[in-house]
T-cell receptor
Framework: AQTVTQSQPEMSVQEAETVTLSCTYDTSESDYYLFWYKQPPSRQMILVIRQEAYKQQNATENRFSVNFQKAAKSFSLKISDSQLGDAAMYFCAYYRHQTGANNLFFGTGTRLTVIP | GAGVSQSPSNKVTEKGKDVELRCDPISGHTALYWYRQSLGQGLEFLIYFQGNSAPDKSGLPSDRFSAERTGGSVSTLTIQRTQQEDSAVYLC????????????FGPGTRLTVL
């Protein structure tokens, strides 16, 4: 079974600074997708960024970027110019479409605090 | 609607009672997923639907849990004879199809079993 590990239960960052959240995963597959989701106190899970494993280029969405190391099975999220609204739980997730199994596998999350 | 909706937002029940949680996916999304989020933990997959069919029910924690989807739209997750360990946030998500991996989540139902 696929496993996703987030080793940082909590992180903090000063407003306007940069922070990196770590994620590692275990899979024997070569074709899959990785995601970072943000969950603010409202509980709404919001997709932050997505990476296709077959793409070598790291995904970027405005202030959010990833460092995807396929061989190391590592998928970290970098948040630049942190804002107060970035404070939330961040979940790393893995997905691979296959018959009979089409769910996301989630890590346990990292709680990010942004200090004014 | 514009997004995935779930009802109720919060549910408090007594141990042993049955509860029904509802999910209304984004219009046109054929795939629907249920997850459970316990305090301090990540999301645990429960079940998914492609149309009205649920090919994989192995994620359901026990036979007290069941889910159905009718008309390829609304889904209900039913928990019979609730136990305190069932207390969690139950999240629903939908996607255009199984091959489209972007899942859109609802706000969840917080279930508290006393």
């Amino acid at each position: 079974a696929q496993t996703v590990t987030q080793s940082q239960p909590e992180m903090s960052v000063q407003e306007a600074e940069t922070v990196t959240l770590s994620c590692t995963y275990d899979t024997s597959e070569s074709d899959y997708y990785l995601f970072w989701y943000k969950q603010p106190p409202s509980r709404q899970m919001i997709l932050v960024i997505r990476q296709e494993a077959y793409k070598q280029q790291n995904a970027t969405e405005n202030r959010f970027s990833v460092n995807f190391q396929k061989a190391a099975k590592s998928f970290s999220l970098k948040i630049s110019d942190s804002q107060l609204g970035d404070a939330a739980m961040y979940f790393c997730a893995y997905y691979r479409h296959q018959t009979g199994a089409n769910n996301l596998f989630f890590g346990t999350g990292t709680r990010l605090t942004v200090i004014p | 609607g514009a997004g995935v909706s779930q009802s109720p937002s919060n549910k408090v029940t007594e141990k042993g009672k049955d509860v029904e949680l509802r999910c209304d996916p984004i219009s046109g999304h054929t795939a629907l997923y249920w997850y459970r989020q316990s305090l301090g933990q990540g999301l645990e997959f429960l079940i998914y639907f492609q149309g009205n069919s649920a090919p994989d029910k192995s994620g359901l924690p026990s036979d007290r849990f069941s889910a159905e989807r009718t008309g390829g739209s609304v889904s209900t997750l039913t928990i019979q004879r609730t136990q305190q360990e069932d207390s969690a946030v139950y999240l629903c998500a939908s996607s255009l199809g199984l091959l489209n991996n972007e899942q859109f989540f609802g706000p969840g139902t917080r279930l508290t079993v006393l």
